[in-house]
């Protein structure tokens, strides 16, 4: 995850221009479902054995680690929660 948020903050300006258009744009929308959308849920499938696969999967989405860089969290420290909140069996985290 760091490395992948790593490239997320290299690459932000083009992802929040390139995903922000994807609602309206039907073709950008169909080769980011074949591309990216596929690539990525391929990577949340082979990492979640014995996972929380929904939190892996939003551990992966470049919007979260937009989030997570809004709120003040470096890479290493957005990829270190997701990690472990990740690690928790299958949502029972006690809010």
């Known amino acids: 995850l760091a490395a992948l948020y790593g490239w997320y ?3 932000a300006p083009m992802q929040r221009r390139v995903l922000g258009e994807r609602a309206s744009v039907p073709e950008l929308d ?12 391929e990577l949340a499938d082979r ?7 929904a939190v892996v999967a939003l551990a992966l989405d470049f919007w979260t680690w937009n989030r997570l860089d ?4 470096d890479d290493a420290a957005a990829a270190e ?15």
């Not at 169909?30 to 849920?41: E, I, P, V």
């Not at 069996?89 to 006690?94: P, T, V």
């Open 9 to 11: 903050r290299e690459t």
């Open 47 to 53: 990492l979640s054995p014995g996972l929380n696969r």
């Open 30 to 41: 169909g080769w980011l479902a074949r591309s990216s959308d596929r690539m990525l849920a």
């Open 81 to 95: 929660l997701m990690a472990r909140l990740a690690l928790e069996r299958h949502g029972q985290l006690a809010l």
């Open 70 to 73: 809004r709120e003040g969290l």
